[in-house]
Every structure is written in C-alpha cells, then in structure tokens.
T-cell receptor
C-alpha cells in the first residue's frame, strides 16, 4: 500500500465549478501536511500547508482529519489556470523530516 | 534568475553510459535533495544532504551516487545508465529551520535508450 494515496483523475470540470480532491495517508506518525501544485512538465510548488483546524487561502480550502488519516483540498470557482496536477505531501517526523509525495490528482478546467 | 537551477534540462543517453546531473542553488539553504518522478508514482527520494559533509540514501538510491561539492551544489550521477532510469529528475532545497517547505529546480528529463 502506498504511504500517500490519491485518485489520479483526471477531474474534468467547467469553469466556475467547485471541485474537491482527497488524499489518504497510512503512517499515523505523520505530522505535517501540504498540497503542492505541479504544472505539466514543470516543478512542484507549494500551494498551501494543511492545519488541523483547516485553512483557507482565497478560493482554496484545505482540511485535515487525523482520525481518518485523510486530507482534502477544495477549489471554488475554478479557473482555467487551475488546471494542473495537485500533489498531496506528508512529512513524517522522526524519519529524517522527509517529505512523502502522493502520485498526484490531475485537474482539467474547461471553458 | 531562478533560485534552483538544473543542468542539463534534457538528456538522451545510451545504456551503460555514465551521466551526471547538476544542481545549483542561490537560496543559501543547507539541505538539498534529489528526486525522480515517474508517471503515477509521485516523486521518490534518491539522496539527500543536510550539509556539505552529510550525504544520506533515500528510498531508491541503488544505481545512483551523489556529490555535495559546496553548499550551493549537489550533483547526481548514474554510473552505468539503464533504461528504467528514464524519468524526470528534480533537485530541491530547504532551509534547515523550515524543512517542511522544499523549493524545486525545473527538472531534468533523462531518457536512457
């Protein structure tokens, strides 16, 4: 079983739609959680950190459920420019502070 | 100028050849990493270095070696390339005080024939 699992998609949505991605992680020692964005053939870039209380950054909302070992990303009012792959990332403290990446969920926003 | 640069950006080589991928950073970070990315598998850690004198194996180090020539430079070598090392390779850096956030270079697309 992969340590960080994501639905690879693609999620095809129209502009203006709301879309949600989920991610599950297997290691209960995981302590930090992130969403990275990766455009086609480009490097990953940090989109946002995910806090226990949930956090919002403009149209993006991230939530964490430690009991279910589950992370989500909600994108409201999708834009064409949101088309990308979204990587769920987990930091397992005590493992050299290494980041573990999910395989990514591809989003395609259509006009 | 980009904070993390990688050379070459694209490389096609043949089985058995030795190849070196180079990474340089101007962010002043102590920590540097090498990952490979394959479709559907996410990024997997090959090697990482927390300072010039520190080198550590990652999840998939077999067939690879690294050198940390300076704080700003971290190179990855494939001593004898094989086709299943065809992948997209990323270098990344992080600040020792904020290790959670990693900054990636633009990647090197390597094809081994």
């Amino acid at each position: 079983r992969k340590e960080v699992e994501q639905d690879p998609g693609p999620f095809n949505v129209p502009e203006g739609a709301t879309v949600a991605f989920n991610c599950t992680y297997s290691n209960s020692a995981s302590q930090s959680f992130f969403w990275y964005r990766q455009d086609c053939r480009k490097e990953p870039k940090l989109l946002m950190s995910v806090y226990s209380s949930g956090n919002e950054d403009g149209r993006f909302t991230a939530q964490l459920n430690r009991a279910s070992q589950y992370i989500s990303l909600l994108i409201r009012d999708s834009k064409l420019s949101d088309s990308a792959t979204y990587l769920c990332v987990v930091n397992i403290k005590g493992a050299g502070n290494m980041l573990t990446f999910g395989g990514g969920t591809r989003l395609m926003v259509k006009p | 100028d980009a904070d993390v640069t990688q050379t070459p950006r694209n490389r096609i080589t043949k089985t058995g050849k030795r190849i070196m991928l180079e990474c340089s950073q101007t962010k002043g970070h102590d920590r540097m990493y090498w990952y490979r990315q394959d479709p559907g598998l996410g990024l997997r850690l090959i090697y990482y270095s927390f300072d010039v004198k520190d080198i550590n194996k990652g999840e998939i180090s077999d067939g690879y070696s690294v050198s940390r020539q300076a704080q700003a430079k971290f190179s990855l070598s494939l001593e004898s390339a094989i086709p299943n090392q065809t992948a997209l390779y990323f270098c990344a850096t992080s600040d020792a005080a904020y290790t959670d956030t990693q900054y990636f270079g633009p990647g090197t697309r390597l094809t081994v024939l």
